[in-house]
Each structure stands twice: as structure tokens, then as C-alpha cells.
């Protein structure tokens, strides 16, 4: 899932640098082409903002079963010591 956010990020990345190199070239005035690239780099913010959030969510998710993993892990543990002593 991890690999999933990351190509994400990458991919949202290079569509914001591809959208700036294109109005960079685009036949619009100065005042234009600044506003537009303001445009496109609040909207890359807000997906970069939203992946992180992503990303953290699924972190959270990972944290929450291993720690389960880790409580089963130690159940077991117990149980078995008791086996063997008795």
C-alpha cells in the first residue's frame, strides 16, 4: 500500500513540474502565466497535503495490527510457558 502512495506523490509531482513547464511556454502574458502557475502549485499543495494525510492514515492502520500481531504474539507466549511448566 505504502508503494501505491508513493507512486502517487511521484505522479502528482510530475503533473504539477509538467503543467508549469507547459504555461511556462504557453503564448500568455506575464500576469497571465503567473496566476495560472499559482493555480497549479495550490492545487499540487492540496494533493500533496491529501497524500500525506493518506499516508498517515495508512500508517496508523500498520501501527494499529502490529500492535495486535504483538498482543496475540505474547498471548501465545504465555500460554505456552504455562504448557511446559505445567
Given amino acids: 500500500m505504502q508503494d501505491n502512495s508513493s507512486k502517487a506523490l511521484w505522479f502528482v509531482a510530475g503533473a504539477a513540474l509538467g503543467a508549469t513547464i507547459a504555461l511556462l511556454f504557453a503564448p500568455a502574458s506575464g500576469e497571465?502565466?503567473?496566476r495560472a502557475i499559482g493555480r497549479q502549485a495550490?492545487?499540487?499543495r492540496e494533493s500533496?497535503?491529501?497524500?500525506g494525510r493518506d499516508?498517515?492514515?495508512l500508517g496508523k492502520e500498520y501501527m494499529e495490527k502490529g500492535r495486535h500481531l504483538a498482543d496475540e504474539a505474547a498471548d501465545l507466549?504465555?500460554?505456552g510457558k504455562k504448557l511446559v511448566e505445567g
Fill in 55 to 57: 499516508a498517515i492514515e
Fill in 48 to 51: 500533496l497535503a491529501e497524500a
Fill in 77 to 79: 507466549f504465555e500460554r
Fill in 42 to 44: 495550490s492545487r499540487g
Fill in 32 to 34: 497571465e502565466t503567473r
